[in-house]
Every structure is written in C-alpha cells, then in structure tokens.
C-alpha cells in the first residue's frame, strides 16, 4: 500500500513549457485534490475532483487544468508555465464525506522551477 | 468566505518549556479544524481534528467559538516537535475542501 504518490519529485521548466503531475493513490478513495505550497501563504487548493469523470476549481485555478479519468489517478497540468508557477505542489486524497477515518492523505510533493 | 490565521511564522521554544501554536479562523458556521504537521523531508500528515478531542504525541487543541480559536498546545516540547505546523477549516460540502492556515515553523532548541 504505497498511499498517495506523486510523479515526478522534482522539474525544471522553461516560460512557455507544458507539462503534466501525475498524483495515484491506491486507497480507493473518491476525493482527490490538488494544491499548491508558497512560502508564506500555505497551502492553496488549485483543483479537486469528488469522483472519476468530475472535476472542480479551487481557490487558484488560473493557469492549471486538471482530469480525472480513472479513480486512482489525478493528473494536473500546466499548459504554458509561468515563472508564478514555481512552487511545490502537494496531491491529496480522502474518502467521501462521513467515513469514519475521514482525513486527507498526501503526496510527498512536487518540487517545480520555471525559469 | 472562511480564513484561517496562524500569526506567527516562526516559534522557538526550549525542550521541556510549553508550547503553544496559535490558530484564528473565521467562518459563520459551525466549523471543523484541523491541525497537519510536516517534519523535515516528510509529507503534510494530519495530527489532530478537533471532533475528536483527541491528544496526540502530546499535542492538544480545543476549539474555543467564542474567542474563534483553535491553538495546539503541549506542556512539555521535545525536540522531535520541531516541524511545520498548519492549522487548516474544512469548508462544509460534498467536496471536503480544507481551507490552511500559512503555517508556523516550530524549533524546539536543546
């Protein structure tokens, strides 16, 4: 049972770069979530999704689109990468609403640089 | 829109001396707040969810409405308490949307 990982840990972009973060979770769970760790602000939610096929912005969703087309996975991606975009940005996931060991797991992260 | 407020960035305490890690939040309902620990090079874990009441590693909070606060505390640091500390509101929703605090950096020096 390996959890929530996230595919790749570490990138390099060029302004103008499109590329994709793969977030697998092997727990079943139907929430998955995607967000994004500055210094000083926290974590802030880009995108989630409550189930396979659905998906839903967040707080920051400009510049990012997301899919969902299998439950285990969530993919994010970044069409035309900023310098904005430099962060670290953490996948999540939690059973539904109610479950008794309700809590969100993460990932360990993806470290991402746009120069 | 709800907000989550942890004041302080950084925090130092001695090992052995108390801490305490303060959270504001405010929200027009009946919240649910949670606290997530993030020790060096590990992933965001949750420590506490305050419909639990539950202690762990030590570590406490108890959700006052009145004063809109829900601050971790610990009687007595150890060093192995040193991490980032988020406290984070689940918005209420099908879709369990957790709001974060900027967090606050815990060292506890020997």
């Known amino acids: 049972n390996a959890g929530v990982t996230q595919t790749p840990k570490f990138r390099v972009l060029k302004t103008g770069q499109s590329m994709t973060l793969l977030c697998a979770q092997d727990m079943n769970h139907e929430y998955m979530y995607w967000y994004r760790q500055d210094p000083g602000m926290g974590l802030r939610l880009i995108h989630y999704?409550?189930?396979?096929?659905?998906?839903a912005k967040g707080e920051v969703p400009d510049g990012y689109n997301v899919s969902r087309l299998k439950k285990q996975n969530f993919l994010l991606g970044l069409e035309s990468a900023a310098p904005s975009q430099t962060s670290v940005y953490f996948c999540a996931s939690s059973l539904r609403r109610g479950a008794i060991q309700e809590t969100q797991y993460f990932g360990p992260g993806t470290r991402l640089l746009v120069l | 829109a709800q907000r989550v407020t942890q004041p302080e960035k950084l925090l130092s305490v001695f090992k052995g001396a108390p801490v305490e890690l303060k959270c504001n939040y405010s929200y027009s309902g009946s919240p649910e707040l949670f606290w997530y620990v993030q020790y060096s090079r590990q992933r965001l874990q949750l420590l506490l969810r305050h419909i639990s009441r539950e202690s762990i590693k030590g570590f406490t909070a108890d959700l006052n409405k009145g004063e809109t606060s829900f601050h971790l505390k610990k009687p007595f640091a150890q060093e192995e308490d040193s991490a980032m500390y988020y406290c984070a509101l689940l918005k209420p929703g099908s879709a369990r949307q957790l709001t974060f605090g900027s967090g606050t950096q815990l060292t506890v020096l020997p």
């Open positions: 999704s409550v189930g396979e096929g659905t998906t």
